[in-house]
């Protein structure tokens, strides 16, 4: 998020697209609730079904799954066409006026430099015309025909309303209405907020359709300011401080990356690293890079790294691929090419594409452990369970090692929410029979690792036998000196320049903010973004000062929020180029002559004068990017491009199947049903309901009881056509299996007409499995196609297609 | 259907209503002297409150455990209540049906009490020790670390990465336990590892 | 936001009423407390509700309830009705506007309403089982209950249910528990969007204003506050959107009374005693604790059909 939940109560509109929050996230929503009834904010929903969210909707428009882009771009061809642009802000905060190189075009879906072979762009056409000052080229009148604008205005044109309706099956007039209700909230004292989650990720061009967001946001004005941005609701409990600790295969904490073997010395790491301002006294903050990166290498490896070996530049690990994310190592394993496997707290022979895959791929492991407070489907994968876990236990040779951690309620420490408030928490209860904290587990197997790295020696024991392990209990850090590790420590003194009597830094202290960090080795830094958690003052975390002055919704001295205890990041939009508000009933920041003011700690530097620097400080440009230059690899702009399995062809541009640049692995593809298959003719998408959470709750009673068996969802057109009763059973068959449901027919799914053809959907919620509370049923995932999208590997689970029929129940 | 089960419901214990009535007018009191109060004791009363974060969705509201029994002065303690903090100015109290019923998922019959062993080909889980099942996962992930990490490339370039071992992290974990968890994994120069943000 | 009640005490507090404060006591003659409580109310906003069943969830664990796992039902009302057990439920009804052609899908938390006027109380022949507190809160002491299922017949909206293991009725109390120490319902407590909110009568009934008028605001012209007359008034009450509509919430009565067989019976016991009855009945009580509960006849339905149909609306 780049707002926060309390946050939403200020708002003037509510679009939620690609989620849906009142089911996911019930009392988050609460803050759309109150928007509605104090600000008389409106509630717009676009969903293929007609969810709990459209329940309480002001408006509901009916979506064809997997076409979100089409939807967008059409948005922001209205917005542009009909002069419904914040200008002041696209000018002055966006690339809109940056010029891009002449070798840049788009022609059928495809942009310059596709290589089909390598499913790949060669991307240096993806850039700005850059000036003999160094500088990136721009065109404040927009008269350009080469500035980002115009290339927009070019790109989205195909985007009419007709074509919209052709490609999502939404209705012209509904999408004109949501339209026009966006289109309102250009103007500087009218809000949009939007809100999203797994309905835009889980697609192979999901990047693409939160981009497409962003960027119409950016045109109405809608980011940095108080009841707008692009919040992403986020899943469990601490999925944004997992990833904020980067704790996937390319990342180091705080967004820094890992090294690849293209880069075999740490100053070629850092070549592409400095991050040098694309435009005139712009902040490009990750110029502050090798900062961070020094102080995490000493977090590390404390006295081991030093200037001499690049601060243990090669005990880092580097990468052959872009990433060894999930569906690569489940692909790997299948092939045989990996040996043992953790899973800690997640199960992913649930949550993971194509379950008939994923089991074969485990089967083929050494050993397989499994740390988890609860039993998971994953860590019985080897035992028959009838029709939901059809194998036989003796041709599967992989042993498994299953640990009992404590839950939440059972362990201390602090957990990142979607709008970056990291919140402390006590233990309260102690753990059943001989369950275990992680922190425990993790510790013994790293000291048991290090003690036959020195009794034995091995390959390359270094990086293990010097990591910084000083902890009062050996076997079990508190969570306390772990959150101290990652606020940040100084190591050796560091004097004043201007007073060499004084010290700047004082060995054995806390650093304050990564302000302070240091590239030479005197500052250690587990995670440069969560500076300023743990200080001298204490446990930030741990605030519980709940007061709000003049009731904003920000809370500041509400826990502590990364980065710097910011609530709304890219705050400094909220003011106009002078530093005014836009809107005065909705003031954030403000420059008051000398310095920024206000009721969010600034963005920038608080003597920064509003007209030399830009909001977007992490950003050479200093600017937000309507056009992504080569950040993604599927495109600077979004293109509407179909899901891998659709009922229909592209009709943008039929040559193209899915994202063009995804990656597939090889047998995948022969997975797939083909575009329009009569075999497999229905639009499915998969889905969560309110009463479970993912695989977790179908362990409880309670929960149980309020949503007690799997089935899937069906409109009351194709029940007929298929003869298919209400609570009567069907089987749904994909390309890679099929499972046997209850059906709900319902009026919330309606067919939709695509391209002049009957679209029919079929809606399937994912929370049952083999072990539980709850009754045995099948996952969703036995049906989703192995995909992900082209930047980032998220599955693609909500678009995929299948087959229904009737049929008779299980045989018991 | 609902009003036939509940008609159901009324006659089949309508011989008993019967009675009830019948027993009084018998003279077989009792009943109506009974002074029962209606209203149950508070059951928080003479708990320990303790605050803590809501594990599912990252909304993050603001929960308070009840228990008896104190961990902070040493005691066991088993908790009896869970429900919303007021005082949280996400949530200001309430839950949602999976937050209402985290009781539940404490103290879930699938909650795991032991370390578990499953051989290769059997067909079920036997219980083995703590020590057993760590010295076991040390000995494979160093046998297998030893095997197949890959210390230089083909072109000489020092990459030491280790690809055949794989670490899928937990995200309702602290950040305190995935820093260590990044610690351990990192520093062994593993490269398959990812989380449930991939997802 | 309505003012949400502070964190619950964990060390002992006055209860803010109890017996003393009876106002009406089934089969008994009291007399009712005097000064009467203020009156409090629970209001069901059903223009904000998600449906989400956190209401369900809290009333389970509140009050340590085990319900059965079901079955898929062709519906997300789970399970299909109200039990012993489930006290409160959200009704799904999925419901085409005639004038919009708009999908409205209305979700109703039905339980008890709490009338001031108690059909359940009043149906109740034994002594004290059912009783009434001058802040309005209607509950069932169980320790008096015969599970004759009276109240079941007596009540305008067929709320409460007969437990299968202790053959007593159960209902929602309102929590007083909670409320005797100044806390709100369990389930008010958890509602997400504060679709349900929990205060002193009045001040619910202005809370409704204000909804109802932001209701109106947004198109829906017959929004309202049902409150119904019928049974004296609620301390549960509902806001709908479609106020001039409240069956087409699964099956809300337009205008609840209590059964004129209620009426009479209660009229009967009251001048002849339970003697007369009481006779009449010898033989059936025999043959229930002889023979067990009754198998439901095609007679017995018939019979159920006429007294469930004086009932409802």
């Given amino acids: 998020?780049?707002?926060?939940?309390?946050?939403?109560?200020?708002?003037?509109?509510?679009?939620?697209?690609?989620?849906?929050?009142?089911?996911?996230?019930?009392?988050?929503?609460?803050?759309?609730?109150?928007?509605?009834?104090?600000?008389?904010?409106?509630?717009?929903?676009?969903?293929?079904?007609?969810?709990?969210?459209?329940?309480?909707?002001?408006?509901?428009?009916?979506?064809?799954?997997?076409?979100?882009?089409?939807?967008?771009?059409?948005?922001?061809?209205?917005?542009?066409?009909?002069?419904?642009?914040?200008?002041?802000?696209?000018?002055?905060?966006?690339?809109?006026?940056?010029?891009?190189?002449?070798?840049?075009?788009?022609?059928?879906?495809?942009?310059?430099?596709?290589?089909?072979?390598?499913?790949?762009?060669?991307?240096?056409?993806?850039?700005?015309?850059?000036?003999?000052?160094?500088?990136?080229?721009?065109?404040?009148?927009?008269?350009?025909?080469?500035?980002?604008?115009?290339?927009?205005?070019?790109?989205?044109?195909?985007?009419?309303?007709?074509?919209?309706?052709?490609?999502?099956?939404?209705?012209?007039?509904?999408?004109?209405?949501?339209?026009?209700?966006?289109?309102?909230?250009?103007?500087?004292?009218?809000?949009?907020?939007?809100?999203?989650?797994?309905?835009?990720?889980?697609?192979?061009?999901?990047?693409?359709?939160?981009?497409?967001?962003?960027?119409?946001?950016?045109?109405?004005?809608?980011?940095?300011?108080?009841?707008?941005?692009?919040?992403?609701?986020?899943?469990?409990?601490?999925?944004?401080?997992?990833?904020?600790?980067?704790?996937?295969?390319?990342?180091?904490?705080?967004?820094?990356?890992?090294?690849?073997?293209?880069?075999?010395?740490?100053?070629?790491?850092?070549?592409?690293?400095?991050?040098?301002?694309?435009?005139?006294?712009?902040?490009?903050?990750?110029?502050?890079?090798?900062?961070?990166?020094?102080?995490?290498?000493?977090?590390?490896?404390?006295?081991?790294?030093?200037?001499?070996?690049?601060?243990?530049?090669?005990?880092?690990?580097?990468?052959?691929?872009?990433?060894?994310?999930?569906?690569?190592?489940?692909?790997?394993?299948?092939?045989?090419?990996?040996?043992?496997?953790?899973?800690?707290?997640?199960?992913?022979?649930?949550?993971?594409?194509?379950?008939?895959?994923?089991?074969?791929?485990?089967?083929?492991?050494?050993?397989?452990?499994?740390?988890?407070?609860?039993?998971?489907?994953?860590?019985?994968?080897?035992?028959?369970?009838?029709?939901?876990?059809?194998?036989?236990?003796?041709?599967?040779?992989?042993?498994?090692?299953?640990?009992?951690?404590?839950?939440?309620?059972?362990?201390?420490?602090?957990?990142?929410?979607?709008?970056?408030?990291?919140?402390?928490?006590?233990?309260?209860?102690?753990?059943?029979?001989?369950?275990?904290?992680?922190?425990?587990?993790?510790?013994?197997?790293?000291?048991?690792?290090?003690?036959?790295?020195?009794?034995?020696?091995?390959?390359?024991?270094?990086?293990?036998?010097?990591?910084?392990?000083?902890?009062?209990?050996?076997?079990?850090?508190?969570?306390?000196?772990?959150?101290?590790?990652?606020?940040?420590?100084?190591?050796?003194?560091?004097?004043?320049?201007?007073?060499?009597?004084?010290?700047?830094?004082?060995?054995?202290?806390?650093?304050?903010?990564?302000?302070?960090?240091?590239?030479?080795?005197?500052?250690?830094?587990?995670?440069?973004?969560?500076?300023?958690?743990?200080?001298?003052?204490?446990?930030?975390?741990?605030?519980?000062?709940?007061?709000?002055?003049?009731?904003?919704?920000?809370?500041?001295?509400?826990?502590?929020?990364?980065?710097?205890?910011?609530?709304?990041?890219?705050?400094?939009?909220?003011?106009?180029?002078?530093?005014?508000?836009?809107?005065?009933?909705?003031?954030?920041?403000?420059?008051?002559?000398?310095?920024?003011?206000?009721?969010?700690?600034?963005?920038?530097?608080?003597?920064?004068?509003?007209?030399?620097?830009?909001?977007?400080?992490?950003?050479?440009?200093?600017?937000?990017?309507?056009?992504?230059?080569?950040?993604?690899?599927?495109?600077?702009?979004?293109?509407?491009?179909?899901?891998?399995?659709?009922?229909?062809a592209n009709v943008i541009a039929p040559k193209i199947r899915g994202n063009p640049v995804a990656r597939v692995f090889k047998d995948d593809f022969t997975q797939f049903a083909e575009v329009a298959s009569k075999e497999f003719p229905y639009a499915a998408t998969s889905y969560r309901l309110t009463e479970h959470f993912h695989y977790w709750t179908k362990n409880n009673q309670v929960n149980a009881v309020l949503q007690p068996e799997f089935f899937v969802e069906i409109s009351e057109q194709l029940a007929k056509e298929k003869g298919i009763s209400n609570a009567g059973w069907a089987k749904v068959s994909s390309k890679r299996g099929s499972v046997l449901a209850k059906v709900y027919v319902t009026k919330r799914i309606r067919p939709l007409t695509v391209d002049g053809k009957t679209v029919h959907i079929v809606g399937i919620p994912i929370h049952w499995g083999f072990v539980g509370a709850a009754r045995k049923g099948f996952t969703a995932n036995v049906l989703t196609p192995f995909v992900g999208d082209a930047n980032i590997e998220t599955p693609e689970f909500k678009a995929f297609c299948v087959n229904i029929e009737p049929t008779t129940g299980p045989v018991a | 259907m609902n009003m036939e089960l509940s008609r159901r419901q009324f006659l089949r214990t309508a011989g008993a209503g019967i009675a009830g009535t019948s027993l009084g007018a018998l003279g077989f009191g009792g009943v109506e002297e009974a002074v029962a109060s209606a209203i149950r004791p508070f059951k928080l009363v003479n708990t320990t409150e303790v605050r803590n974060t809501c594990t599912y969705c990252s909304v993050a509201c603001g929960i308070l455990i009840f228990s008896k029994g104190d961990l902070k002065k040493g005691e066991k303690a088993t908790i009896t209540h869970i429900e919303g903090d007021v005082d949280h100015p996400t949530n200001r109290g309430t839950l949602c049906p999976k937050g209402a019923a985290l009781l539940d998922i404490v103290h879930s019959k699938q909650r795991l009490n032991y370390p578990m062993m499953r051989k290769a080909g059997s067909d079920t889980f036997e219980r083995v020790s703590w020590d057993a099942a760590l010295d076991k996962i040390a000995r494979v992930l160093k046998d297998d670390r030893d095997k197949n990490l890959v210390t230089k490339n083909n072109d000489g370039v020092t990459v030491n990465r280790w690809t055949t071992t794989g670490f899928l992290a937990a995200s309702a974990t602290t950040n305190e336990t995935a820093w260590c968890t990044y610690k351990v994994v990192r520093s062994a120069g593993m490269v398959v590892f990812d989380n449930q943000a991939r997802v | 936001m309505f003012p949400p009640a502070p964190n619950p005490p964990i060390t002992p507090v006055p209860e803010r009423f109890g017996d003393k404060d009876l106002i009406r006591r089934s089969a008994s003659t009291i007399t009712p407390a005097s000064p009467r409580q203020t009156e409090v109310a629970k209001l069901i906003d059903v223009s904000k509700c998600i449906g989400c069943k956190a209401c369900q969830a809290a009333c389970l664990e509140w009050n340590n309830l085990h319900e059965e796992v079901g079955t898929f039902n062709g519906s997300y009302t789970n399970p299909p009705d109200l039990t012993a057990n489930s006290l409160t439920l959200m009704r799904f009804t999925e419901w085409v506007n005639p004038q919009t052609d708009n999908l409205e899908w209305l979700i109703r938390k039905d339980g008890c309403m709490h009338c001031e006027d108690p059909g359940c109380l009043k149906a109740c022949p034994a002594p004290g089982a059912i009783v009434q507190y001058s802040n309005g809160i209607v509950d069932f002491i169980h320790d008096a209950c015969i599970g004759c299922g009276y109240c079941v017949k007596g009540c305008p909206f067929n709320i409460p249910r007969i437990s299968k293991v202790d053959n007593k009725a159960y209902k929602c109390t309102l929590c007083s528990d909670r409320v005797a120490v100044g806390q709100w319902p369990a389930c008010a407590k958890a509602c997400p969007t504060q679709a349900i909110a929990f205060g002193t009568k009045d001040e619910m009934k202005k809370w409704a204003d204000g909804r109802i008028t932001d209701l109106k605001s947004r198109g829906y012209q017959n929004a309202g506050l049902y409150d119904p007359p019928g049974v004296g008034g609620t301390h549960v009450m509902y806001v709908l959107q479609h106020a001039d509509q409240p069956e087409i919430y699964a099956g809300l009565p337009k205008n609840p009374t209590i059964s004129p067989i209620v009426e009479l019976w209660k009229g009967a016991t009251k001048y002849f005693g339970f003697a007369v009855i009481g006779f009449a009945a010898v033989a059936g009580v025999f043959h229930h604790m002889v023979a067990g509960p009754n198998k439901v006849s095609a007679e017995d339905e018939e019979n159920a059909e006429k007294l469930a149909g004086g009932e409802r609306s």
């Avoid at chain 1, 070019?154 to 052709?166: G, N």
């Avoid at chain 1, 599967?396 to 090692?401: H, L, R």
Wanted: charged fraction near 20%.
């Fill in chain 1, 1 to 648: 998020m780049t707002n926060s939940w309390t946050d939403i109560k200020n708002t003037d509109l509510v679009v939620i697209m690609g989620g849906n929050a009142a089911e996911a996230h019930p009392c988050g929503f609460k803050w759309v609730t109150e928007a509605k009834a104090t600000r008389g904010a409106k509630l717009v929903v676009v969903d293929p079904r007609f969810t709990r969210s459209a329940a309480v909707a002001d408006y509901y428009a009916p979506i064809r799954q997997g076409s979100d882009i089409a939807f967008l771009l059409g948005v922001i061809n209205y917005c542009m066409l009909n002069d419904k642009v914040q200008w002041e802000y696209v000018k002055a905060f966006t690339n809109a006026a940056y010029l891009v190189k002449d070798g840049f075009t788009y022609q059928e879906g495809l942009f310059t430099g596709y290589d089909e072979q390598k499913r790949d762009y060669n991307r240096s056409t993806w850039d700005y015309q850059i000036g003999a000052d160094g500088y990136a080229m721009v065109d404040d009148t927009l008269q350009n025909p080469r500035c980002v604008w115009n290339l927009l205005k070019e790109h989205v044109a195909l985007y009419t309303p007709d074509m919209v309706s052709r490609i999502t099956g939404t209705p012209k007039d509904k999408f004109l209405k949501v339209c026009e209700m966006i289109a309102e909230t250009s103007s500087p004292t009218k809000t949009m907020t939007s809100m999203y989650a797994l309905g835009w990720t889980q697609h192979s061009k999901g990047s693409q359709n939160i981009r497409c967001m962003a960027m119409l946001q950016l045109i109405l004005g809608n980011i940095g300011v108080r009841g707008g941005g692009m919040n992403a609701l986020r899943g469990h409990s601490n999925i944004q401080g997992l990833t904020d600790i980067g704790l996937m295969s390319n990342l180091i904490p705080g967004y820094m990356s890992l090294p690849t073997e293209r880069e075999p010395d740490f100053a070629t790491y850092m070549s592409t690293r400095g991050f040098k301002p694309l435009r005139p006294n712009q902040m490009s903050y990750w110029q502050n890079y090798k900062k961070f990166f020094v102080s995490f290498q000493k977090a590390m490896w404390g006295a081991a790294a030093t200037p001499e070996n690049n601060f243990a530049y090669d005990y880092l690990p580097k990468l052959d691929v872009p990433a060894y994310d999930i569906l690569r190592a489940f692909e790997l394993m299948n092939q045989g090419k990996m040996n043992a496997y953790v899973c800690q707290g997640f199960n992913p022979l649930q949550a993971f594409p194509n379950k008939a895959k994923l089991a074969s791929a485990l089967s083929k492991l050494k050993l397989l452990v499994i740390m988890d407070p609860l039993e998971t489907e994953t860590a019985r994968f080897w035992e028959n369970h009838g029709i939901y876990n059809d194998v036989d236990p003796t041709k599967i040779q992989t042993e498994v090692i299953q640990l009992p951690t404590t839950c939440f309620a059972e362990d201390e420490g602090g957990l990142v929410n979607s709008g970056r408030w990291m919140q402390w928490h006590w233990p309260a209860g102690s753990p059943p029979g001989e369950a275990k904290t992680d922190v425990w587990i993790m510790s013994q197997i790293h000291l048991r690792l290090k003690d036959l790295y020195r009794k034995e020696g091995g390959a390359n024991p270094d990086p293990i036998l010097n990591l910084t392990w000083n902890y009062k209990d050996t076997h079990e850090p508190t969570a306390a000196e772990l959150a101290k590790e990652m606020n940040g420590y100084v190591l050796t003194d560091v004097a004043d320049p201007n007073d060499p009597t004084k010290k700047l830094l004082e060995a054995g202290k806390q650093v304050a903010t990564f302000g302070v960090l240091r590239d030479d080795g005197s500052t250690a830094c587990g995670n440069w973004i969560y500076s300023g958690s743990y200080t001298e003052a204490g446990n930030m975390m741990a605030r519980r000062d709940n007061s709000d002055p003049d009731d904003t919704g920000a809370f500041l001295k509400w826990s502590f929020a990364w980065p710097a205890n910011r609530r709304i990041i890219y705050n400094r939009a909220s003011a106009d180029i002078n530093g005014k508000p836009w809107d005065e009933t909705r003031k954030l920041l403000w420059w008051d002559g000398a310095k920024w003011t206000g009721y969010d700690v600034p963005d920038i530097a608080p003597t920064a004068k509003p007209q030399d620097v830009g909001p977007f400080i992490m950003n050479p440009e200093g600017v937000s990017r309507l056009f992504a230059r080569g950040m993604m690899r599927d495109g600077p702009f979004p293109v509407h491009y179909e899901p891998f399995e659709s009922p229909v």
